[in-house]
């Protein structure tokens, strides 16, 4: 977040560049895993603000998935060992720390996300555990995480689609990734 410069972003509700600027900051708690322990963090969120269209755009780094109280990384981590059967769902969920019907939910939306980015036949081709290995040793999660976004409006493992504006006057809430993109691996 030190490298980005709001200041040479496009805006992504009415694509001016050059109008944007650093308007506040608030706090966020997230879940992640650290020293094998699952731990609560608060995270200070950075959002600009468009001179152009008075539109604010929160500045999300890519270990947040929008609208969810756990990190990507937590997330990849349980299923990947989910996937590789390392452990019971018992076992898993108390680790962890979160319910059985919180991994299904996840499991099925990973799922979902994996068969639409990679299409049906692929899809069956492909095994999640190998799938989720290639996501987390890609160059560049960054990459995959902007592409995922443009085609299907929303983060990878975000459990529902953002609005779409209908004009810069009443948009609410639009999702992009801004560059310069950093790669969290």
Same mark, same amino acid.
């Given at each position: &977040?030190?490298?980005? #410069?709001? *200041?040479? *972003?496009? $805006? +992504?509700?009415?694509?001016?560049?050059?109008?944007?600027?650093?308007? /506040?900051?608030?706090?966020?708690?997230?879940? /992640?895993?650290?020293?094998?322990?699952?731990?609560?963090?608060?995270?200070?969120?950075?959002?600009?603000?468009?001179?152009?269209?008075?539109?604010?755009?929160?500045?999300?780094?890519?270990?947040?998935?929008?609208?969810?109280?756990?990190?990507?990384? %937590?997330?990849? #981590?349980?299923? @990947?060992?989910?996937?590789?059967?390392?452990?019971?769902?018992?076992?898993? $969920?108390? #680790?962890?720390?979160?319910?059985?019907?919180?991994?299904?939910?996840?499991?099925?939306?990973?799922?979902?996300?994996?068969? *639409?980015?990679?299409?049906?036949?692929?899809?069956?081709?492909?095994?999640?555990?190998? =799938?989720?290995?290639?996501?987390?040793?890609? @160059?560049?999660?960054? !990459? %995959?995480? &902007? *592409?995922?976004?443009?085609? !299907?409006?929303?983060? =990878?493992?975000?459990?529902?689609?953002? +609005?779409?504006?209908? !004009?810069?006057?009443?948009?609410?809430?639009?999702?992009?990734?801004?560059?310069? /993109?950093?790669?969290? %691996?």
């Amino acid at each position: &977040m030190a490298l980005f #410069r709001p *200041e040479l *972003e496009t $805006c +992504p509700i009415c694509g001016s560049t050059g109008n944007c600027h650093i308007h /506040d900051y608030y706090g966020r708690s997230i879940i /992640d895993f650290n020293s094998g322990i699952p731990e609560k963090s608060n995270l200070c969120v950075m959002r600009v603000f468009c001179d152009s269209c008075c539109h604010a755009h929160a500045i999300l780094p890519d270990i947040i998935i929008p609208y969810s109280s756990y990190s990507l990384l %937590f997330v990849l #981590r349980i299923l @990947g060992e989910y996937f590789a059967g390392l452990s019971t769902i018992e076992q898993l $969920c108390e #680790r962890y720390g979160i319910s059985q019907n919180q991994l299904f939910k996840w499991v099925a939306l990973f799922k979902a996300h994996k068969q *639409e980015w990679l299409g049906l036949l692929a899809d069956a081709e492909i095994s999640d555990l190998s =799938f989720l290995k290639n996501l987390s040793f890609a @160059g560049s999660y960054s !990459s %995959f995480s &902007m *592409e995922f976004i443009q085609r !299907s409006s929303r983060s =990878f493992l975000q459990s529902h689609r953002n +609005p779409v504006p209908r !004009s810069p006057k009443n948009a609410r809430y639009h999702q992009t990734v801004f560059a310069p /993109d950093i790669s969290i %691996f």
